[in-house]
């Protein structure tokens, strides 16, 4: 028997890294999925790594099928709160229910000061990690009400979510943002038994972070650094050992929250962070 | 299938009964051998029964019907050389040693001025003082190890001054001191430190002669009774609640969790 059997899990940006994780570590413990992506590259954000793509989605639909789980996965943007409120109903029509929730979706964008970063990386940055977690908790929270059975709610933050982080204020700001939103949901949804916790990654080794624009934000002087000049780098700012960590690592963390082995787990910022935020 | 915590070794202090032998069974449930204490003793002051030898036989007991090994002593965790001689045994015994529950605490249950200091020293001497000994004599045994998990058990009241409750609230928050500081210098050792912040759970600490010492002092304070509410519907948690957390944390699904407060409070520190 899983560890979430017979449960269902929404997954934002689940096309691939964390979230396709998320997907495949609940499915391997019995949820069924429904995954949402924007799977395509955004204008502006060329500078810093690729964009999922609907090839991605549907890798993550057949690993999650290879499973005998089911999985319904449809593009969408979370800042188009009418598509994906559609792709989540679709979703929760076709399984049944949702009773987990990975608000994922993200976008790292970094290296400019404060006074520097343009108004239209500020607000994309803004619409997608701290509106789109607005608009999955606001298509989903009138479905687990209904259902009257509970439910759990996990948030992307990260170590910046926490503390502040040179030259990446928007992202910063967006992960801080978040712990405000978890907080207040925390209050909101006990009554419901919802509860609602963030998850805070230090560096993981995703396409997100595994690019020479990141390895830059740590080398700046580097022409091009590569991922074996720039782990000393990461590893140095983690206490524990380790450069970056796995998507496996959250996905336990998240499985974990997801579970009825958290039940009075509520309102917790979840570390898993290698000790970064201690240093 | 592997257990979570599969062929590895916990030191657990406190484990006659409760949230300890709750710890050990899910531990050992999950593949793990156990290291248990428990001072086993009257205990002066406290409202709640002390436990017994028989308590830390039955831990015995339940944990070998899982087909696990155990050590189990009666062993006081403010003293350091009785503290030493039984982790010693057990390491020497079961070969190694992976994780660590400091999970042995009292509480006492008065206003602050009604706070003798023999009930400020007895909880400072039991539940500060006991989980350095725990860690710092632990310690080397994780080092040779290569690395591991240690979780020591505060509370919503580490995290937030509960009424009535002065020299708990001052220990359980020492609590978090010891954990961020340990974590920080034993980081290098791949060795995880965390803190547990339970709200009320259902064990013998928390029977209706302690629970009732709350009713005059919250009559005379009516404004402190909110702080003990959990958000979540529900009045206690039970141990596995706690000991599931203890597991997470103790697997290596949690390898890079380090310097962290891990409430399972109900949302209790929320409200």
């Not at chain 1, 009825?260 to 979840?270: C, K, M, P, S, V």
């Not at chain 2, 009257?42 to 830390?56: F, G, H, K, Q, R």
Request: hydrophobic share 45%.
């Amino acid at each position: 028997m899983g560890r979430v059997e017979g449960k269902v899990a929404f997954i934002t940006g689940a096309a691939r890294g964390q979230g396709r994780s998320h997907a495949l570590r609940l499915a391997q413990e019995g949820a069924d999925i429904i995954a949402i992506d924007i799977a395509e590259s955004l204008p502006g954000m060329d500078r810093y790594y690729e964009g999922a793509t609907e090839e991605d989605l549907a890798e993550t639909v057949k690993q999650v099928e290879a499973l005998d789980r089911r999985i319904v996965a449809r593009k969408a943007d979370v800042r188009d709160y009418d598509g994906l409120k559609a792709a989540l109903d679709e979703g929760v029509a076709e399984l049944g229910h949702v009773d987990i929730v990975s608000a994922n979706a993200g976008i790292f964008v970094f290296g400019d000061q404060t006074h520097l970063v343009s108004d239209e990386e500020w607000q994309l940055v803004t619409d997608i990690n701290q509106t789109g977690v607005w608009h999955t908790a606001k298509a989903v929270i009138p479905h687990m009400i209904e259902q009257g059975t509970g439910g759990s709610i996990i948030i992307t933050s990260s170590t910046a979510g926490l503390k502040g982080t040179p030259n990446v204020a928007a992202y910063t700001a967006s992960k801080h943002a978040v712990v405000g939103i978890m907080r207040t949901l925390a209050l909101e949804l006990a009554p419901h038994r919802i509860r609602v916790n963030t998850v805070h990654p230090t560096g993981v080794a995703t396409d997100m972070i595994l690019n020479e624009a990141t390895f830059k934000l740590f080398m700046p002087d580097a022409e091009h650094p590569t991922q074996e000049e720039a782990a000393p780098i990461f590893e140095s700012t983690n206490a524990l050992p380790v450069p970056w960590v796995e998507p496996i690592d959250i996905s336990n963390a998240v499985l974990f929250l997801a579970s009825d082995e958290a039940r009075y787990i509520t309102g917790n910022e979840l570390k898993v962070d290698a000790g970064y935020t201690i240093k | 299938m592997a257990g979570r915590v599969e062929g590895k070794v916990a030191f657990i202090t406190g484990a006659a009964r409760g949230q300890g032998r709750s710890h050990a069974l899910r531990l050992a449930e999950e593949g793990a051998d156990i290291i248990a204490v428990d001072l086993c003793d009257d205990i002066p002051n406290v409202a709640y029964s002390s436990a017994t030898e028989e308590d830390l036989a039955e831990t015995v007991r339940q944990v070998e019907a899982l087909d696990r090994r155990i050590i189990a002593r009666k062993a006081d965790v403010r003293d350091r050389d009785a503290m030493k001689a039984v982790i010693d045994e057990g390491v020497a015994e079961l070969g190694k040693l992976d994780i660590v529950v400091a999970n042995a605490g009292i509480c006492v249950i008065a206003g602050w001025d009604e706070t003798s200091v023999e009930v400020w020293d007895q909880t400072i001497s039991t539940n500060l003082t006991g989980v350095w000994n725990t860690v710092q004599l632990t310690a080397p045994h994780l080092i040779a190890a290569g690395g591991g998990s240690m979780i020591l058990t505060s509370s919503a009241a580490g995290l937030k001054g509960l009424p009535f409750l002065t020299a708990y609230v001052a220990a359980k928050h020492g609590v978090v001191g010891l954990m961020r500081a340990f974590a920080t210098e034993l980081a290098e050792h791949s060795i995880r430190v965390n803190t547990l912040h339970p709200t009320g759970v259902n064990t013998p600490m928390a029977d209706p002669r302690t629970m009732e010492k709350f009713g005059p002092l919250l009559e005379a304070h009516p404004k402190l009774g909110p702080m003990m509410t959990n958000l979540l519907p529900v009045e206690s948690t039970e141990p596995r609640d706690q000991s599931n957390a203890v597991l997470f944390l103790a697997s290596d699904e949690a390898r890079y969790v380090t310097s962290m407060e891990f409430t399972v409070d109900a949302g209790n520190t929320q409200y």
